[in-house]
């Protein structure tokens, strides 16, 4: 029994019966948690929207005898507003969320994870456009919090420097067509992204995107062993 206070992302919900919602939220201190949300389902007022995707809120937490802490009050921190005007954003929106809280354990702490989570909502919230080298930023810098990108400029069998056509791994990492097999990929291509990695999100709006398109999702869905579903809807938009 007892309460405590805990500030994060809103990463979506699970229906729990007629009346209740389970509630994620990715966090600094205990990466992602969820909570029991008592008549979220069955009132609309009871929690306002606060709890929708990508609002950061500070929750009030009670536990009780049960396995899920439940909430007991919830403060806005930040709203979504801007993403959520234009289909592209809401996009955006949606995967970024389910890639960074995928990509966070549960129960332990993601600082770093929970921080770029929160830049990429700002960056949403602002007047540029984020577009696909965005999106691919974001990738290249929620695997490497995460301990799962591998090196996209030396070959991950021989340690060698990549260059023209090579092979990305998604078990291993990228490879020399000698070396191993996987999708083809120019070592141009991921230069571009190791770039865009390193580039702050800030500055990602109007670059150009790298050639490889979505080989780092694919490589955040083979190690986490299942399909990221937002990006689906993104992957149909065609951004710049
Ligand atoms: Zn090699």
Redesign the pocket.
């Known amino acids: 029994m007892g309460s405590d206070a805990v500030s994060g992302v809103v990463l979506g919900h699970v229906d729990l019966g007629e009346a209740d919602r389970i509630v994620r939220l990715l966090t600094a201190e205990e990466g992602r948690i969820s909570l029991l949300a008592r008549g979220a389902r069955s009132s609309r007022k009871r929690f306002g929207g606060l709890l929708d995707l990508g609002m950061r809120v500070r929750v009030e937490r009670a536990r009780g005898r049960g396995l899920l802490a439940r909430i007991a009050d919830v403060e806005l921190v930040e709203a979504v507003d801007r993403a959520r005007t234009e289909i592209e954003r809401i996009a955006l929106l949606a995967y970024g969320c389910e890639l960074v809280g995928r990509l966070a354990g549960e129960d332990v702490p993601a600082p770093r994870l929970a921080h770029l989570l929160v830049v990429w909502l700002e960056l949403l919230e602002g007047e540029a456009m984020p577009g696909s080298a965005s999106r691919q930023s974001l990738e290249g810098k929620a695997l490497t919090f995460s301990g799962l990108l591998p090196s996209l400029t030396t070959?991950a069998?021989?340690d060698?420097p990549l260059e023209g056509g090579v092979r990305f791994d998604y078990e291993h990492g990228p490879?020399?067509v000698?070396?191993g097999l996987g999708t083809p990929v120019t070592a141009a291509a991921l230069a571009r992204l190791e770039e865009l990695r390193r580039t702050p999100l800030f500055e990602t709006p109007g670059q150009a995107p790298s050639p490889a398109g979505w080989v780092l999702a694919e490589h955040a869905q083979h190690q986490l062993g299942g399909v990221l579903k937002s990006r689906g809807l993104l992957a149909d938009l065609a951004l710049p």
Do not use: P, R, S
């Open positions: 070959c069998a021989c060698q490879v020399h000698e070396c």
